[in-house]
């Protein structure tokens, strides 16, 4: 009488198969937009970051040309002629033994602009910035014989709804 009940059950049957793929579906759902979020953080987060650098070099490097370490002429601001410059360093008039100053380690990159914006402005340097010149307006920057500012090439807006370029 007992041989009669007993059953052996292996595997699933597909309505459970089914049931099991439609929960993870609506889990994974759920999970992409804030996945995506929490990249587009740490994006911005980079951004910042590369910012505040290049800004800080740029800074240090107008502050030695004060300090009468970098050599300048009466026409110019004062600030470096290019983001390389900041890397590759300058004399420094001060010192005896004419070592360089340099201001950054490398040019960090903009992690919100795209390669083909990148490769379109830059060629290989790998800067990805747009440039302002001590000369242009905030409103309208634009490119010149020194690098006063740097601001993002990108076109999308940020989490807190500033567009990158105006970050």
Same mark, same amino acid.
């Given at each position: 009488?007992?041989?009669?009940?007993?059953?052996?059950?292996?595997?699933?049957?597909?309505?459970?198969? #089914? #049931?099991? #793929?439609?929960?993870?579906?609506?889990? !994974?759902?759920?999970?992409?937009?804030?996945?995506?979020?929490? #990249?587009?953080?740490?994006?911005?987060?980079?951004?910042?970051?590369?910012?505040?650098?290049?800004?800080? !070099?740029?800074?240090?490097?107008?502050?030695?040309?004060?300090?009468?370490?970098?050599?300048?002429?009466?026409?110019?601001?004062?600030?470096?002629?290019?983001?390389?410059?900041?890397?590759?360093?300058?004399?420094?008039?001060?010192?005896?033994?004419?070592?360089?100053?340099?201001?950054?380690?490398?040019?960090?990159?903009?992690?919100?602009?795209?390669?083909?914006?990148?490769?379109?402005?830059?060629?290989?340097?790998?800067?990805?910035?747009?440039?302002?010149?001590?000369? /242009?307006?905030? /409103?309208?920057?634009?490119?010149?014989?020194?690098?006063?500012?740097?601001?993002?090439? /990108?076109?999308?807006?940020?989490?807190?709804?500033?567009?990158? /370029?105006?970050?």
């Amino acid at each position: 009488m007992s041989a009669c009940f007993k059953t052996s059950r292996k595997g699933f049957t597909l309505i459970e198969l #089914v #049931v099991t #793929v439609a929960i993870v579906a609506i889990l !994974a759902s759920v999970a992409m937009p804030m996945l995506q979020l929490s #990249v587009q953080r740490v994006k911005e987060s980079e951004l910042r970051t590369n910012l505040r650098q290049i800004r800080e !070099a740029l800074d240090a490097y107008k502050k030695a040309v004060d300090e009468g370490r970098i050599k300048k002429t009466i026409e110019q601001s004062g600030y470096p002629p290019n983001l390389t410059v900041l890397v590759d360093g300058v004399l420094d008039e001060k010192d005896p033994n004419k070592h360089k100053l340099k201001f950054l380690r490398k040019v960090p990159t903009d992690p919100m602009s795209s390669p083909s914006q990148n490769a379109n402005n830059y060629g290989d340097s790998g800067h990805h910035w747009g440039l302002r010149s001590y000369a /242009s307006e905030a /409103s309208n920057p634009t490119e010149g014989e020194d690098v006063f500012d740097v601001y993002s090439l /990108s076109q999308q807006v940020g989490i807190n709804g500033i567009p990158y /370029s105006q970050w």
